[in-house]
């Protein structure tokens, strides 16, 4: 009877070891990058989510098509689309998406060829067309709204082909609720981004080719040009607006045909430009940064998205980068890489959405999520945090 209890005992014993250990394990954290193929098109570009859906509106311009992307509600995947033709005609050049504040729930769109601005509401339903609200017929002498941004009470659109008139390039603003107040500034070739200081409330405009950055003051209708130095970069794309610790408007520089140089900048309410580089040498130094995002968190504090592109070159990567900073915000102090599976992909924007991050591939008319399990974004563990050492033995 005793050997009996004994031997109950050892069994528990182990059973209780065995179920220690595993109560002890580890649980294994992932990030994991999927791609959606979209309707085959040569030119996948700007996209944006519908406020208070599972949507998204995504644009391909080679045929002026609009996609509609169901989102699941849980796991923000991708699940389906449905495609809809947007313009006079397949060479409309559908290309601005953007949510408006001012009209809950409805989207506005640019058309580069025809030269119109649209507010459609996008539907409830994924087979829904898309209805057209408002037209707005961009005045001569401007021509070729690129992308598209509602600010305040304004739409506004980079005029990014030049003027059949004077040649020229210029950034387009309207009222949104009064479609006879409109203006045209002037500006160097070509507009891209939009951004409002949160601050100043100066509007501050990215130029591509001539690689500048215009201010315009609303009040009195002066501009001023804010060149890039060429001994930091060149190529002024991306631009957003934040609040907070980053409060002021950043921007990117794309590159040229050589490679980018890793650079970003930043200008606050003093309206003065501040770079900031990257610093891995491989992934890093030679990125070309197309777009930027803001992906601060309460937890893990102020922090940016950026995606360098191939577009301009095959010497910079397609990649998809998280930036943090000093307490000052004056450096970066953290910066965590994610390849994109598919290189020379050219990819294009990117958007964070409340856990996932999409990435638009304009060359090969794909849609990318980047997913976290058991952590987040910024919490993963770089290699260089274990080792420096460069290996000089391949086996």
């Not at 995002?293 to 191939?310: E, F, H, I, N």
Request: proline share 7%; net charge negative; with cysteine.
């Amino acid at each position: 009877m005793l050997h009996h209890i004994c031997k109950l005992f050892v069994v528990a014993l182990a059973l209780g070891a065995t179920v220690s250990a595993q109560n002890s394990a580890t649980s294994l954290v992932s990030r994991r990058i999927t791609e959606y193929l979209l309707p085959a098109a040569t030119e996948t570009h700007e996209f944006a989510r519908v406020p208070n859906s599972n949507f998204v509106l995504l644009s391909q311009m080679s045929d002026s098509e609009l996609i509609k992307i169901e989102l699941d509600p849980k796991t923000e995947e991708p699940v389906a689309f449905h495609s809809f033709p947007m313009g006079k005609n397949s060479s409309s050049q559908l290309h601005g998406v953007w949510p408006s504040t001012v009209y809950p729930g409805m989207m506005w769109l640019s058309l580069q060829a025809d030269n119109q601005l649209l507010l459609v509401d996008p539907g409830k339903n994924l087979t829904t067309p898309p209805t057209i609200l408002q037209t707005i017929d961009i005045p001569a002498p401007g021509n070729g709204p690129h992308c598209v941004f509602e600010i305040g009470n304004r739409v506004w659109a980079g005029l990014k082909v030049a003027s059949k008139q004077t040649g020229g390039y210029y950034v387009f603003s309207v009222d949104i609720t009064d479609s006879s107040d409109q203006k045209l500034y002037e500006c160097l070739a070509s507009p891209v981004f939009i951004k409002e200081d949160p601050t100043t409330r100066l509007i501050y405009v990215t130029q591509d080719t001539d690689s500048s950055i215009m201010r315009i003051d609303t009040t009195t209708g002066e501009t001023t040009q804010l060149p890039i130095p060429p001994s930091v970069g060149n190529n002024a794309v991306g631009m957003i607006s934040a609040d907070g610790p980053l409060s002021g408007v950043w921007f990117t520089l794309a590159g040229n045909k050589t490679g980018g140089t890793g650079t970003f900048g930043h200008i606050g309410s003093d309206g003065k430009m501040e770079f900031f580089s990257l610093k891995h040498p491989m992934l890093g130094a030679n990125a070309g940064l197309l777009h930027i995002a803001d992906a601060s968190t309460v937890a893990g504090g102020p922090a940016l998205w950026l995606l360098s592109t191939s577009l301009l070159s095959d010497n910079s990567p397609d990649a998809l980068i998280r930036v943090t900073f000093d307490a000052g915000i004056t450096s970066v102090s953290g910066e965590e890489y994610i390849s994109m599976p598919t290189q020379n992909a050219k990819v294009h924007r990117v958007l964070p959405l409340d856990s996932t991050v999409l990435v638009s591939e304009l060359h090969t008319f794909t849609l990318a999520q980047l997913s976290y399990n058991n952590t987040v974004a910024g919490q993963w563990l770089p290699a260089e945090s274990v080792s420096n050492a460069t290996y000089t033995q391949p086996g």
